[in-house]
């Protein structure tokens, strides 16, 4: 995969894909409000996910782009068109199923020309650009097999090759990993992050996993319960959560609630049942009001040192050590009776570490977010 | 129903979806619902010649109805067709159930598969053959009367034609099968760790029956009991084969009315009013049964 | 247990019985169809002759109901699967109480005696001016054979991966090219038996008919009208080819069918996994 790094800086081409704007998109199943009010703007040529738990509305927004369903309210823009009363035939995008949805009755070539052979293009022609997009996806000779001798990830790649054959200005795909084993997942991540990039086509990416949102997008929008949380970076989305959903949906977290008793433009400190702890002041709260504060695992510090006088440090009794290589978590108890995972580097220090054992977590300010209690996730937990 | 059709025209387009809709218009309108209002209101209107029809006389009347209140040879006729028909059902049901459950749950392999396909293939045969079949077991010189002959259990051949019973033994045969496919379709996805379980517990075999395996199979019981009431109360042709003129049908009352008394008229009430005995079948079988159409129609 | 093989041999004996109460009628046609006596009749036994069947071939009334059969069958078939179909493609799509009300109008017609369907039509198209014959005939049989092609339709379609055609869609082609590429081909095996089925029921549908018939005499009309007057072993010969002709085609179909059933696993694995998303417990904190 060589030829994706310079692909990567300076080859993509941004007349190959187009962006896709939604404005105010609604979008009602009877009562049920699937979506609620999206706005998001996605730049030609990015690869965009939207991440978020089953039921969160984001198989909506793509079946609402691809144009299996018109919104309720709202407008759909793709390269800058209103996209209303156009079929799914009839958009430049193309879909990638959660089960792919290949035809069970043709051979694999047949499958990828599918999208020419509706465009009316030559048999011989065809074949030839079906043989093409094979090679790409690296299945050139498995033409002429049926769909149900190739493997799972086989026909993943069929179904991209597929895609890729009507030349869509945007891919949209639905969990098109979620049914392959974590092994190929992980394979199948890269090389449509290398397939992106070498097309250029704008990717819309749905998923529920985290690790894969994460890892192969440009951005990424949270959802939840129909709504957009936080769109970010990768980066933003994990170190700097906005919400509360955010920061407990995505990746481990070690969550203390409480109220504010001091904040100022940068910090804000929350009494909770631990003690006072410090960070990040990201929505501007003010003493009094209900919050949260959230610390990721690896950036919570553990030693015997009992030192407790210390600001954001706290003591709490090992449970268990769970090594997993590289690093090692560390399970603990509050006095308060509280779960908290603190993650560290596998060094020699941690050997002789016992269950039941004190130990005093600390973590910079900085590394810890204060967000408002009333989000969603605070009701539900 | 607006948000219905362009569900349907999202699916297959414009012309194919005026095409679905013609379709099923025509076939609703103009083969089933129309000929059935005709019919129906046939028969609240007196017989008239042509030229009458239309005029002062052509009035609403309920007299094709008490026609056949009025005449009791013809309304014995009708009461036993009802109750024969049920005689029939009933019969059907209690020779059809062990076959059923032993194609559903005991045959296995090899033996299922040509069991099931040796019960296809009279299935398919023609009822008008099937029972002539019976003509030939049943005549006067036929095979049963022969052999009792021979065996000297009778000095002269029994009239087994033209009665009542013959023609519940051919609607029997007949009919069998419209039974037998039912029961075995809705015994086919009884669990059988139910029926071990049972076993395991002690319980006797007809206890099993009558708990586990009968409760399962009631839609298909009741399917079979609807199919061959409606083919035994609605036949023509076994009545007409095996029967004579003291074993009449009631849809011989219907034909004659039609095609020898030429009273279309009396004739469409007469058929309606077969039509709602079998519809109140239907309804008391769905009852009895507790399954609805969508079960039933399967 | 051994109460158990005692049940079992009781069932298996059952069935033996109940499979010659079917097939011995069956036999005692076949048998008299070839024995030599003026009368249909197995016994007494006069000796071995094909001589009913000749008989048969050099009845014209015969040939010409066969003739009438086959182009009513035809006329049924290529009535009642459209219409079959038609209704069951609108009916996988209604919901709440239209779907009930069309499917209830549909499917009537199977559970209504066959009698009253004829009288029914019989007497609407007199309306029309319109007397029986096979056009009416047609009409009649198809009204409710196009049902049973319907039940097969539906059945078949609930079975059908919707997604399918949405990718179709989503890769650009018509809705014509849709149905024609993906929905035909996967009907294809139903719109077949469907077929078959149809010109059954209609090739040996005598109830309906027989108030519609006019003076086309399809093949049950004749046979009956042959069995109630001219009783010569002739009939015989004409049921045994008529159940041989049935049993070929039952087997066929039977066998169709199996062989469908049989390559079913098969044809599972080729369908998509399960969305294996839906199984994993919910990210979302319950």
Known sequence: MQFSRKLQVGGRDPALGQGVSLDGVTMRFGDFLAVDDVSIDIAAGEFFSFLGPSGCGKTTI????????????GRILIGGQDMAGIGPNKRPTALIFQNLALFPLMPVWENVAFGLEARGVAKQERRRRAEQLLELVALDGSGDKRVNELSGG??????????????????????????LDLKLRQHMRAELRTIQRRTGVTFVYITHDQSEALTMSDRVAVMSQGRIE?????????????????????????????????????????????????????????????????????????????????????????????FEGNVVNLFLRTNAGREII??????????????????????????????????RFEAAA | MKGVLSSVRRRYGGVATSLILV????????????????????????????????????????????????????????????????LVTATALVVCYPVAFFLARMAVGRTAGLLFIALVIPYWINEILRTFSWLLILARNGFVNTVLLDLGLT?????????????????????????????????????????????????????????IA??????????????????????????????????????????????????????????????????GFIALMMRLFRVNLAEVTR | MSADRVFRLFMGAYVVMFLVYLFLPLLFMAGASVNDSRFPTLLPWNGFTLKWFGDLFNDPMLWQGLGKSLSVGAGVIALSVPLGLAAALLLTELRGKARGLLYGVLVSPILTPGVIIGISTLVFWRQMSVSGGMFLTVLAQSSFIASYCMLMFMARLQRFDRTLE???????????????????????????????????????????????????RTLPIYLASKVRIGLTPAVNALGVIFIALTIVAAVVYEWRRRAALAVKPGKRAERPEPRTADLRPAAEPA
Not at chain 1, 156 to 179: F, G, N, T, Y
Not at chain 1, 350 to 363: D, I, P, Q, Y
Not at chain 2, 162 to 182: E, S
Request: charged residues 15%; proline residues 7%.
């Open chain 1, 62 to 73: 793509l079946r609402l782009i691809s144009g299996f369903v018109e919104p309720t309210a």
């Open chain 1, 154 to 179: 086989q026909r993943q790649r069929v179904a991209i090759a597929r895609a890729l054959a009507v030349e869509p200005k945007v891919m949209l795909l639905d969990e098109p990993l979620s049914a």
């Open chain 1, 230 to 322: 936080q769109i970010d970076v990768p980066d933003a989305i994990y170190n700097a959560p906005q919400t509360a959903f955010v920061a407990g949906f995505v990746g481990e977290i070690n969550r203390f609630a409480g109220h504010v008793v001091a904040a100022d433009a940068r910090h804000a400190v929350v009494e909770t049942d631990v003690g006072r702890l410090r960070g990040v002041n990201r929505q501007a709260l003010r003493p009094g009001e209900r919050a949260s504060i959230f610390i990721r695992p690896e950036r919570m510090r553990a030693d015997g040192a009992a030192n407790p006088a210390d600001e954001n440090s706290f003591e709490a009794v090992l449970d268990r050590v769970g």
């Open chain 1, 342 to 375: 603190a993650q560290q580097h596998n060094s020699d220090d941690l050997s002789g570490l016992s269950s039941g054992a004190w130990m005093t977590l600390r973590f910079a300010p900085d590394s810890a977010a204060v967000l408002p209690a009333e989000g």
């Open chain 2, 23 to 86: 379709s099923c218009g025509l076939w609703a309108l103009g083969l089933v619902v129309l000929p059935q209002l005709m019919m129906i209101d046939y028969s609240f209107r007196p017989s008239l010649p042509p030229a009458k029809q239309g005029g002062p006389e052509d009035i609403y009347t309920l007299a094709n109805y008490a026609a056949l209140y009025g005449n009791p040879l013809n309304l014995a006729i009708f009461l036993k067709t009802i109750w024969s028909s049920a």
């Open chain 2, 155 to 211: 000095q002269e051949p029994i009239i087994f034609l033209g009665t009542t019973p013959a023609i519940l033994v051919g609607m029997v045969y007949a009919y069998v099968l419209f039974m037998v496919f039912p029961i075995y379709n809705s015994l086919e996805s009884l669990d059988p760790h139910q029926i071990e379980a049972a076993r395991d517990l002690g319980a006797p075999w007809w206890r099993i029956h009558w708990r």
């Open chain 2, 214 to 279: 009968i409760p399962h199979a009631k839609p298909g019981i009741a399917v079979g009991c609807i199919m061959t009431f409606m083919l035994a109360a609605g036949t023509y042709a076994i009545p007409a084969i095996l029967g004579g003129p003291k074993s009449r049908w009631f849809t011989e009352v219907i034909y004659s009315q039609f095609f020898e008394a030429l009273n279309w008229n009396r004739g469409a009430a007469y058929a309606f009013i077969l039509l709602i005995m079998c519809l």
């Open chain 3, 166 to 216: 949405e990718a179709a869609l989503d890769l650009g082609a018509s809705h014509l090219h849709v149905v024609r590429r993906i929905m035909l081909p996967y009907l294809m095996p139903t719109i077949l038996s469907a077929v078959l089925i149809a010109f059954l029921q209609s090739f040996e549908n005598y109830n309906t008919t027989l108030f519609v018939y006019g003076t086309d």
